[in-house]
């Protein structure tokens, strides 16, 4: 599509002529030059990561108000750092027209008033990297806010510099085989505009390339601010061309390719992508890392039923297995419900295993590692429920009589304090999980080989690093089992849960027994 340039001028009248909320509104869409520099960070932090997805809003109150902040996530790092935590997501961080997830994005420029400062957001960062720790944040890149000023000069008329940001229609298209919209009436003028998850998220025309140029420079803004990387919300849908084909569009790896390039040339930084359908299509090129959805109902299922199912052994088998993550839960009830109310808690330790040592770059959920419950409800605001640090009436999370949301139903019993340093605790169970891979690389990002079958009742894979060996077992079963493979030498345990000091080679055969829900792992002693 030819494209004129536009001039700041042209904006600033656009913009003053949508009504009081644009009049007052100051969006930047300056462009933005890149301005690479070291983070600080390990090299190659972001291959070898134990991510933990964070929302900012029910994390930690500084200031009494009852909604979490910068200040407060601050103040928590020392606690992240503790656990092994080398790499945060922050769901989205910007002002929002929903006034509470944050996907609904008003200024891509500005951090929320509700979190903080923008100061406040970049001593955060780094004081994160004085700790090791990486900062991503998400970008919701497939649509913006409907009190966004652009859409709203883009909405009031035909003659806006603006229209062809987004896709509006003088009639309903009546697009068939859709519950819901996907067109929306334009209240901000005539006609309907394209919003495919909700009357209030207007999605941007991103076959225009002014619209890719300007979510560059948006990119370049926040790399230039000292984050480490993006979480692209729903790629899956960013370009559409008609009723029938509005997902994994060709366009969007085309689209997705450029903004990748934009983190590229920032040094040690990180990309990962949301493709609730078809990840391994994004894994690579497009996104470098593309969230591995779907394998985290295989590794629950193996989990429960005790037997690898056969689509997790192709998922860990799988040459893409290093670019797409393992998940067990987020902030999204599609991705499933709080762990605690969907596994016992032999289970739940089994699936922890499973995603945090198969998956190169794992990620966990606030409150996972101390199986925070939903609030009573499960849907996507009940899975977003206050981080409880203790006890108390306000469960450490604020000094407010009543919090913004309400706490999650086991927040009394199932908090950090009740759960530090108590031996077999879920919280000790994933510092062990995450000290092994600290303190041995070769089970972080060694060379992945399974070693188990689908339908067996065990997991063993073998890892291999810089001439480093390792072996992880993992009985999903509730019997004990035997573990026999091929190895020479002598193997020390690298995983403190209790699990056999020693595992030494008889006749070139390695022999372990694990009881019901068992994990251990290995490497050979002397390479480490």
């Not at 923008?118 to 700790?131: I, N, Q, S, Y």
Request: proline letters at 5%; glycine letters at 8%.
């Amino acid at each position: 599509m030819a494209v004129k340039p536009l001039a700041s001028v042209a904006l600033a009248c656009a913009l003053m002529a949508t009504g009081a909320q644009a009049q007052n509104a100051k969006i930047d869409i300056s462009k933005v030059a890149a301005q690479p520099r070291d983070n600080g960070l390990p090299a190659h932090w972001n291959r070898n990561a134990t991510f933990m997805e964070i929302f900012v809003r029910s994390y930690q109150d500084s200031d009494g108000d009852g909604i979490g902040d910068f200040n407060g996530l601050t103040s928590r790092l020392d606690y992240l750092q503790s656990l092994g935590v080398t790499g945060i997501w922050l769901m989205p961080i910007h002002p929002s027209a929903d006034k509470d997830h944050g996907y609904a994005v008003s200024d891509y420029r500005a951090v929320n008033p509700a979190f903080g400062t923008m100061a406040d957001f970049e001593r955060f960062v780094a004081e994160a990297h004085k700790r090791g720790i990486g900062v991503i944040i998400d970008y919701v890149m497939n649509h913006s806010a409907n009190d966004n000023p652009i859409f709203l000069s883009a909405a009031k008329g035909k003659t806006s510099p603006y229209r062809d940001w987004y896709l509006f229609a003088d009639k309903d298209p009546k697009w068939a085989g859709f519950s819901w919209g996907p067109w929306r009436q334009n209240k901000a003028g005539r006609g309907y505009f394209y919003g495919l998850f909700d009357d209030q998220m207007p999605d941007f025309n991103l076959k225009n390339q002014r619209v890719i140029d300007y979510h560059a420079d948006n990119f370049r803004f926040w790399l230039n601010k000292g984050v480490d990387g993006f979480r692209i919300d729903a790629v899956t849908m960013l370009v559409e061309n008609g009723p029938t084909a509005y997902m994994d569009q060709p366009e969007n790896i085309e689209v997705l390719k450029q903004v990748n390039a934009v983190v590229k040339a920032y040094p040690n930084r990180y990309l990962i992508c949301e493709a609730s359908e078809q990840p391994a299509l994004y894994a690579g090129e497009a996104c470098t890392h593309s969230f591995a959805f779907g394998t985290q109902k295989e590794i629950k299922s193996s989990a429960r039923d005790g037997k690898l199912s056969a689509k997790l052994a192709t998922q860990l088998a799988s040459d893409k297995r290093s670019l797409m993550p393992l998940v067990l839960q987020s902030h999204d009830s599609y991705v499933g419900d709080r762990l605690i109310n969907d596994l016992n808690p032999g289970s739940y330790r089994v699936a922890a295993a499973v995603s945090v040592l198969a998956s190169d770059t794992p990620f966990s959920y606030y409150g996972e590692e101390i199986g925070l419950a939903n609030n009573g409800k499960y849907d996507d605001p009940g899975l977003r429920a206050p981080m409880s640090w203790d006890g108390s009436a306000g469960h450490g999370f604020t000094t407010a009589a009543k919090p913004y949301r309400a706490y999650a139903t086991n927040a009394r019993t199932h908090n950090v304090k009740a759960q530090t340093g108590e031996g077999g605790s879920l919280l000790e169970y994933y510092r062990a999980l995450y000290l092994a891979r600290q303190t041995h690389p070769v089970l972080a990002d060694g060379t992945f080989t399974l070693l188990s079958k689908a339908g067996e009742e065990t997991l063993v894979f073998a890892r291999q690093k810089d001439g480093q060996n390792a072996l992880v077992f993992i009985n999903l079963s509730n019997a004990p089992q035997t573990f026999e493979t091929k190895g020479e030498g002598v193997w020390a345990s690298a995983l403190d849960l209790g699990a056999p000091a020693q595992l030494t080679a008889r006749g070139g055969q390695l022999r372990l027994i694990l009881p019901p829900k068992g994990v251990a792992a290995y490497v050979a002693r002397g390479q480490d």
